[in-house]
Nanobody, 123 residues
Framework: QVQLVESGGGLVQVGGSLRLSCAAS????????IGWFRQAPGAERVFVAG???????YYADSVKGRFTISRDNTKNVTYLQMDRLKFEDSAVYFC?????????????????WGQGTQVTVSS
């Protein structure tokens, strides 16, 4: 089973940018579909963006046009570039890997999770 570790979170001003990284070890990363989720205090963990092994990407409507997901299979890393950040983007961000062969943005279909990285957007 693949192990995932997120990094790159921090404090940023409204309108600023951050790039999150998700480093994978174990398993066969290049065949895994990877998703980014986020969870704000008191809220459910929700889908943000995903990238398949064939590089097809998916985004939540709330981040479309502002966030970009990418992956580097030579380094076993997935990135989430976050631009034009808003207050409502503040959350703990998690990356996760799917086990199945078909794409799903349902968090129940992701079997490996990182520990999360905090993103705080302030004025």
């Amino acid at each position: 089973q693949v192990q995932l570790v997120e990094s790159g979170g921090g404090l940023v001003q409204v309108g600023g940018s951050l790039r999150l990284s998700c480093a994978a070890s174990g398993g066969t990363f290049s065949y895994k579909d990877i998703g980014w989720f986020r969870q704000a205090p008191g809220a459910e963990r929700v889908f943000v963006a995903g990238i398949r092994s064939n590089l097809k990407t998916y985004y939540a409507d709330s981040v479309k046009g502002r966030f970009t997901i990418s992956r580097d299979n030579t380094k076993n890393v997935t990135y989430l570039q976050m631009d034009r950040l808003k207050f409502e983007d503040s959350a703990v961000y998690f990356c996760a890997a799917q086990a199945g062969s078909s794409w799903s943005r349902d968090r129940a279909d992701f079997t490996s999770w990182g520990q999360g990285t905090q993103v705080t957007v302030s004025s």
